[in-house]
């Protein structure tokens, strides 16, 4: 027989927790990247002693699942009148700990460290010598069986000297904070845990404030500026009117603001880990220190990062898909919706971006067509539908995609934004372009919104079939139908319908288009070099010292058994440059020169031979002669 397992957790309740909690932030360890917390837990006294069990936050909103690394919690002390109390870890949930209340007391007193990464590696660097983001469930323990919205919280954050904070945490007189007293301490009001939570902080020695509506708009929005040093935040004047634009097509759109106010946080650094991450009165984004300083004619690079964001203050977190709706942050999320959740606003991301001027129409094409054939590229559609993929954050942290392609994972994003552009041309065509997404926009998403009892926005949840219905109040359709049919479906059949209903077509050139010429991931401290792309034709990414980051399922390359982590050596027996390659991909056209390639694969030598004869392939977009240009429509600004 197995043994018993533990008790189980509380379940969570309604009451609200009896006094608020008061926690102390030391964030001025910056050689160490180690935050300290010191939390003042009340409890109800006893005459006997009691077990109580606290949690420390695992399943984080915008995560979407359980990304709350409980491992880099350290040094917990927990103690109650100066003596020590007994603490133990559960054995089964690895997040909550269960304390031996002694008899009397009324307070528990708690120490413990959050040990941010130091090295870059998959993990963000949070925490650098003139940078920091403070997300407050990292230094957080709270009690189970109670309520987020339940839990009040006092708090105070030490910064080191002349540092400046940027949050959507407001002082205790409801002002942005604006000053730490003589020792570093900033203080804030009190807020509801799930407020708290929701409200990161990020700080450093350079910080630039935006206003980015006219003085006195209610609900003002903010666009706060911290990098490594002042040049980094000199942005042209032009280029804070793109963000200004932003914020006015958002009204635009979904005609409310479901916020008291909002601040952009954006740190503009290569040390400083990139982010981007969404909450109700604020976003953490982590950008390359060129954001400002790069030619924006050239490419979009970041842009798309902040319209994403904010639109999802509308389109997740005031309204939420009710499965990812939780009472706490150790209660499991579901992520059926997260096509809408995280899709939707990919698109509508993708769309004010050029509204806003962020980007060109032209540059919105061509991100578009590199989209499409990217997704097109998909294999693994073959055997993961869509709706599969929206259950991958839900595996958690740790597991890797060797075969991109094949293996698929949030999809959703990109996939998604093909998927409700299919919707808003079909919306268009079928109102003879009286009607458009917008429109939903405004009446689902813009929907008047309900209030805390603190003025906070209070969620509003939806299911699938809601959501249909506000889709047939502006244009009936089997929107069931049509949705079923994308997310369930293998074949990809309905992939392109809304770029072909928008008037323009994918096609195939010898040339890359200016947008993927000048497009970068994020770059680390070693630089940030494009890798070669011949995703579409022999099916593989390679980058300056020839390491293959990328190998196509099933493409010529796969055949050829090329696999990821492989470095090609030579080419047609010289050793690899970029341009060799291109020049023999481009003399094969005719068959008459299969490209022979030298690949090393740890201490073996191979030498793969590539028979494709379809040249080089870039994905661009083609006006359909005699249709509407109803993409055209779509990037319009309002």
């Known amino acids: 027989m197995a043994a018993p397992l533990p008790p189980a957790l509380p379940a969570v309740a309604n009451a609200a927790w009896p006094a608020p909690l008061s926690m102390e932030v030391d964030a001025t360890d910056l050689a160490h990247r180690v935050l300290q917390a010191r939390l003042l837990l009340p409890v109800t006294p006893s005459e006997a002693p009691r077990e109580l069990t606290l949690l420390y936050p695992r399943f984080l909103p915008g995560a979407h699942g359980p990304y709350g690394d409980v491992s880099r919690l350290a040094g917990l002390m927990i103690s109650a009148g100066g003596r020590p109390v007994a603490w133990q870890r559960d054995t089964v949930d690895t997040h909550a700990y269960r304390v031996q209340v002694p008899a009397g007391v009324n307070q528990l007193e708690l120490h413990l460290q959050y040990i941010a990464p130091a090295r870059r590696s998959s993990e963000r660097i949070s925490i ?14 709270y009690p189970a069986g109670t309520a987020a919205s339940g839990v009040r919280v006092q708090t105070r954050l030490k910064l080191p000297p002349g540092w400046q904070a940027a949050t959507a945490l407001r002082g205790p007189d409801g ?10 301490w900033w203080t804030f009001g009190e807020t509801s845990l799930e407020t708290l939570i929701d409200s990161p902080l990020f700080a450093g020695a350079v910080l630039r404030r935006v206003a980015l509506d006219a003085p006195g708009t209610a609900a003002p929005v903010t666009l706060n500026l911290l990098a490594d040093d002042a040049a980094a935040v000199a942005a042209t004047p032009a280029q804070l009117d793109a963000h200004r634009a932003l914020v006015r097509q958002a009204d635009r759109l979904f005609g409310t603001r479901p916020y008291r106010h909002y601040d952009f946080l954006l740190a503009i650094s290569d040390e400083f880990g990139g ?95 590199w989209l499409a054939a990217e997704l097109q590229a998909r294999s693994g559609r073959a055997w993961r539908n869509l709706q599969d993929t929206t259950l991958d954050p839900t595996v958690g942290p740790g597991h890797t995609a060797e075969w991109e392609d094949w293996q698929r994972s949030t999809d959703y994003y990109d996939e998604g934004l093909l998927l409700w552009l299919d919707a808003d041309t079909l919306i268009r065509e079928k109102s003879h372009q009286q009607h458009a997404l917008d429109d939903v926009a405004r009446a689902f998403f813009g929907a008047p919104h309900a209030t805390n009892a603190d003025g906070s926005t209070r969620p509003a949840v939806y299911d699938f079939d809601t959501l249909m219905q ?63 792309d011949l995703a579409f034709s022999l099916g593989l990414r390679v980058t300056s010292d020839g390491k293959l980051e990328q190998v196509f399922w099933d493409s010529p390359a796969f055949r050829a058994g090329l ?39 740890g201490d073996l030598f191979l030498q793969p031979v590539i028979d494709w004869q379809g040249g080089l392939r870039y994905p661009v977009l083609e006006r359909q002669a005699g249709k509407p240009d109803r993409l055209d429509a779509v990037y319009k600004a309002r």
Request: glycine share 8%.
């Open 470 to 532: 506000a889709l047939n109040a502006v244009q009936p359709h089997d929107w069931a139908g049509f949705f079923r049919d994308r997310l369930d479906g293998h074949d990809g059949r309905h992939l392109l319908d809304g770029v072909e209903r928008g008037g323009w077509r994918l096609v195939w050139s010898a040339q890359e288009s200016r947008f993927a010429q000048n497009e970068r991931g994020w770059s680390g401290p070693e630089g940030d070099e494009r890798p070669q």
């Open 275 to 369: 982010i981007g991450l969404e909450h109700h009165e604020s976003s953490e984004n982590g950008v390359e220190a060129s954001y400002f300083t790069d030619d924006w004619e050239r490419a979009i690079r970041a842009r798309e990062l902040l319209p994403h964001e904010y639109v999802h203050a509308w389109n997740g977190k005031f309204r939420r898909p009710s499965d990812l709706w939780t009472a706490n942050y150790n209660q499991p999320m579901r992520n059926s919706l997260l096509w809408v959740y995280e899709g939707l606003t990919q698109y509508w991301g993708h769309v004010l971006t050029a509204r806003a001027g962020l980007s060109t129409p032209e540059q919105a094409r061509d991100r578009l067509a």
């Open 128 to 141: 650098t010598r003139s940078l920091l983001n403070v997300e407050w469930e990292t230094v957080l323990l």
């Open 175 to 184: 002002q942005a904070p604006a000053a730490a007293d003589g020792q570093g």
């Open 563 to 601: 696999a990821p982590g492989m470095t090609l050596v030579a080419v047609n027996d010289r050793a690899y440059k970029p341009e060799r390659l291109s020049a023999a991909v481009t003399a094969n056209r005719q068959g008459q020169a299969p490209i022979r390639l030298l690949v090393r694969d």
